[in-house]
């Protein structure tokens, strides 16, 4: 597979999620840049404005095996992972795998479970497998997490700790439709049909494990010149520097965000890293990576401001 076959790949599954979605270009085109670096993308967002929905049909257009966990306070790490049961009519223990055993899972409202269940996650996120019982079970090359929260609800829900957080490529704000595309949901899923059955939209498989593995081999392949390597160690480094950051990126975050950005290459068609390509990402790789400081908090500063200023200020290759 080359970089022409990887953006046509992008394109299709972006035309099957469009039946059923409308906007969100954005949203998708993140999730297909995470899908192809080999990352996780957390999904925030107003309740109604088709997070699940749209990780659903992403999963359904990738053709591959979907879980989905519906996180709730009295969810316990054994409900995610699965466990080795008792069964008394053999005498013997068996495996019992949870839902993370999939391709794509959807943690849906992951910040509604408390951190002992959240650490479940860790090791599938960080290595692909899961560990219980003494015992390492593999979850495949193309595991990816696709998990979302709500931004407005204060009660009953446990923020994600820097270390889970560290381990999504992706934060992404999901926001409100214009109104072309409001009205356009409206008469779509405004019906009397049932508009959360997703078979109706007829979307298609693009993929199998065998394509989207060969898709990552041809991202892996992309070029990353010295001097895009050093502009990204300089963004990254700045968050460090940066008075309004009481907490910087980590040394994760730069490689996480030259994965991505050979991914976008990839997805744009072209074997080479520029610049452009880091700044697009810079965003969304680094606000859920750094810490505002105190008297940027007191300012009522954004660290999506933040950080996008400390693109502007960066240097960057020609």
């Known amino acids: 597979m080359n970089v022409d076959e990887v953006k046509a790949l992008a394109s299709a599954i972006r035309e099957e999620v469009a039946k059923a979605i409308t906007g969100q270009r954005d949203t998708v085109d993140l999730m297909l840049t995470a899908l192809f670096a080999g990352g996780h993308i957390l999904l925030e967002g107003p309740p109604g404005t088709a997070k699940t929905m749209t990780a659903r049909c992403f999963a359904q ?42 391709d794509l899972l959807l943690a849906d409202e992951i910040n509604r479970t408390p ?27 193309n595991f990816m997490v696709v998990a979302t929260q709500n931004p407005i609800e204060h009660q009953g829900v ?78 990254v480094r700045g968050t460090r520097e940066s008075p309004d950051l009481e907490v910087g990126a980590s040394p994760r975050a730069g490689a996480m965000l030259a994965r991505a950005a050979r991914a976008r290459a990839a997805l744009e068609g072209r ?28 300012d009522g500063r954004l660290v999506e401001q933040i950080v996008s200023d400390l693109v502007d200020n960066t240097e960057a290759p020609r």
């Open 115 to 141: 951190p002992k269940t959240q650490a479940a996650l860790l090791e599938a996120m960080q290595e692909h497998a899961v560990t219980f019982d003494g015992t390492t079970h593999p979850l495949g090359r």
């Open 61 to 102: 257009a990738l053709g591959v095996a979907y879980g989905r966990i519906q996180f709730t306070p009295d969810l316990m790490p054994g409900d995610i992972v699965g466990a080795n049961i008792y069964n008394f009519q053999t005498g013997q223990f068996t495996l019992t795998r949870g839902p993370i055993f999939c």
């Open 158 to 235: 446990y923020p994600l700790p820097e270390a889970q957080l560290d381990r999504f490529l992706f934060k992404h704000r999901v926001s409100y439709p214009d109104l072309r595309e409001e009205r356009d949901i409206i008469v779509h899923h405004g019906g009397g049909s049932a508009s959360h059955d997703i078979g109706q939209y007829g979307i298609k498989a693009q993929t199998d494990r065998k394509t989207l593995e060969a898709a990552l081999a041809t991202v892996g392949e992309v070029t990353l010149v010295d001097d895009v390597v050093g502009y990204i160690a300089a963004l």
């Open 271 to 298: 074997n080479y890293v520029i610049p452009d390509d880091v700044k697009a990402l810079a965003v969304p790789a680094l606000r859920h990576r750094v810490v505002l400081s105190p008297a940027a908090q007191i």
